[in-house]
């Protein structure tokens, strides 16, 4: 079997790792726009913070060797032939493949005029991420924009706080991450990025990155044009898959898929970022960037690869800021027929349900039990003999909360 993977991110290296696993003799050659070793993207902040290379580089600098893998760092591709099997380089040469699987990836971006000048930049890659710290430690940038109040754009600005950087959000909408959490939530964490030294606009719709030939400014919604030394644009993801104009791959915003993870072409699978998969609590097909989905979804390829005929149950919504010093965690739905809640200080804990099972909740400050709410959340257990502990920093202290038989339905309270 010769296997070909685009991508050397969490997803394309788990592929490789458990086809090599399944078949010892395959041949499984990797191609990577990085010059770098397979890494792990959400380490990004915590490697430049901290100088630990052990998380970003999650499988070893020397993964490639170790699994034998024809590993081919800085190499594009620009184009793919699902009927002739193979891809075409930068370079102009063509590999072959018996089976392909795209696992590209993304990068931020946002959906206004300018987003593309030179100067606007991401934080989705090792090259770019590098970049920004090197300007940053230089002393090149005091002041930074971030167009974007959700999760990224929150975890990077943290990230350039942290570095020194006067670090500035802009957000269309007056709160905090407005996909994933309430007011109430968002308030709390707003609180917690000032004291880290964040400015937040929120509120204030940036309408176009200005500049002639480069960025030099943001224009808002009002007239205002702001300007700073460093630009990043964070209001979403777009997938890497510019290859494929023409290959006939359905696509939408990301790369469609069956069950099986398997492309619109027979022999061509894709995994991680660039995948618009179904959300396993709501039935919605979007993209779900976030490290998780994109393992469990090499292994649904490689186990299909492997010929062990596997279907995917389906991507999950959750976010976490608690490695930058944010305690907060949001998963699921923001909101439900039922609702448990407590709150101390900046203690918030916020579970959402729907005939007694859990479809979301919002953890600030104390994010205790949050493993347990998300398994209990993701197996759609019935949780009403729990009764209001399920607010309780103290719920799921132990495994035995999992173990517990169900009883049937017991007088469910809802909180007020």
């Given at each position: 079997?010769n296997v070909?993977i685009v991508g050397a991110?969490?997803?394309?290296?788990t592929?490789a790792?458990?086809?090599?696993?399944?078949?010892p003799?395959?041949?499984?050659t990797?191609l990577?726009t990085?010059?770098?070793?397979?890494?792990?993207?959400?380490?990004?902040?915590d490697?430049?913070?901290?100088?630990r290379?052990?998380?970003?580089?999650?499988k070893?600098?020397?993964?490639a060797?170790?699994?034998a893998?024809d590993f081919r760092?800085?190499?594009?591709v620009?184009?793919?032939?699902?009927?002739?099997?193979?891809?075409t380089l930068?370079?102009?040469?063509?590999?072959?493949?018996?089976?392909?699987?795209?696992?590209s990836?993304s990068?931020?971006?946002?959906?206004?005029p300018?987003w593309?000048?030179?100067?606007?930049?991401d934080?989705k890659?090792?090259?770019?991420?590098?970049?920004?710290v090197r300007r940053?430690?230089?002393?090149e940038?005091r002041r930074?924009?971030?167009?974007?109040?959700?999760?990224i754009g929150?975890?990077?600005?943290l990230l350039l706080?942290?570095?020194?950087?006067h670090?500035?959000?802009i957000g269309?909408?007056p709160?905090l991450?407005?996909?994933?959490?309430d007011?109430e939530?968002?308030g709390?964490?707003?609180r917690?990025?000032q004291?880290?030294g964040?400015e937040?606009?929120l509120g204030?719709e940036?309408?176009?990155?200005?500049g002639?030939?480069a960025?030099?400014?943001?224009?808002?919604?009002?007239?205002e044009v702001?300007t700073a030394?460093?630009?990043?644009?964070?209001?979403?993801?777009?997938?890497?898959?510019?290859?494929l104009?023409?290959?006939?791959?359905?696509?939408?915003?990301?790369i469609?898929?069956d069950?099986?993870l398997?492309?619109?072409?027979?022999?061509?699978?894709?995994?991680?970022?660039?995948?618009e998969?179904?959300?396993?609590?709501t039935g919605e097909?979007?993209?779900?960037a976030?490290?998780?989905?994109?393992?469990e979804?090499?292994?649904?390829v490689?186990?299909n690869l492997?010929?062990?005929?596997t279907r995917?149950e389906?991507?999950?919504s959750m976010?976490?800021?608690k490695?930058l010093g944010l305690?907060?965690?949001?998963?699921?739905?923001?909101?439900?027929?039922?609702?448990?809640?407590?709150?101390?200080g900046?203690?918030?804990?916020?579970?959402?349900?729907s005939e007694?099972?859990i479809?979301?909740?919002?953890?600030v400050?104390d994010?205790?039990?949050?493993?347990?709410?998300?398994?209990?959340?993701l197996r759609?257990?019935d949780?009403?003999?729990?009764h209001?502990?399920?607010?309780?920093?103290a719920?799921?202290?132990?495994?035995?909360?999992?173990m517990?038989p169900s009883p049937g339905?017991?007088?469910?309270?809802?909180?007020?």
């Amino acid at each position: 079997m010769n296997v070909v993977i685009v991508g050397a991110g969490p997803a394309g290296i788990t592929v490789a790792e458990l086809v090599r696993r399944g078949a010892p003799t395959a041949s499984i050659t990797v191609l990577s726009t990085e010059p770098f070793p397979p890494y792990s993207p959400p380490a990004l902040a915590d490697h430049f913070l901290t100088g630990r290379e052990e998380p970003l580089f999650w499988k070893g600098r020397d993964v490639a060797a170790r699994l034998a893998l024809d590993f081919r760092p800085s190499t594009t591709v620009v184009s793919l032939d699902p009927a002739g099997h193979r891809v075409t380089l930068g370079d102009g040469s063509a590999l072959p493949f018996d089976q392909l699987v795209i696992a590209s990836g993304s990068r931020l971006h946002a959906p206004i005029p300018g987003w593309a000048l030179p100067g606007v930049l991401d934080f989705k890659s090792l090259t770019a991420a590098e970049a920004i710290v090197r300007r940053v430690r230089s002393g090149e940038v005091r002041r930074a924009l971030i167009v974007g109040a959700g999760f990224i754009g929150m975890e990077i600005a943290l990230l350039l706080a942290d570095l020194g950087v006067h670090a500035t959000i802009i957000g269309r909408r007056p709160w905090l991450m407005p996909r994933m959490l309430d007011t109430e939530s968002a308030g709390i964490a707003a609180r917690i990025m000032q004291s880290r030294g964040v400015e937040l606009r929120l509120g204030e719709e940036a309408t176009a990155f200005l500049g002639d030939g480069a960025v030099e400014g943001v224009a808002l919604a009002g007239g205002e044009v702001v300007t700073a030394d460093l630009y990043v644009a964070a209001t979403g993801v777009q997938p890497h898959m510019e290859f494929l104009a023409g290959s006939g791959i359905d696509t939408h915003w990301g790369i469609r898929v069956d069950a099986t993870l398997r492309t619109s072409a027979p022999d061509v699978w894709a995994a991680g970022d660039v995948v618009e998969s179904r959300d396993r609590l709501t039935g919605e097909s979007y993209v779900h960037a976030i490290f998780p989905n994109a393992v469990e979804q090499a292994r649904v390829v490689a186990d299909n690869l492997l010929g062990r005929a596997t279907r995917y149950e389906g991507a999950e919504s959750m976010n976490s800021l608690k490695h930058l010093g944010l305690p907060l965690v949001a998963a699921g739905a923001p909101e439900g027929p039922d609702e448990l809640r407590t709150r101390d200080g900046d203690n918030l804990r916020r579970v959402f349900l729907s005939e007694g099972r859990i479809v979301g909740f919002r953890l600030v400050g104390d994010i205790r039990g949050a493993g347990v709410l998300h398994q209990l959340m993701l197996r759609r257990e019935d949780v009403r003999r729990f009764h209001r502990r399920l607010a309780s920093p103290a719920f799921g202290a132990g495994t035995v909360v999992l173990m517990a038989p169900s009883p049937g339905p017991v007088g469910w309270v809802t909180a007020a």
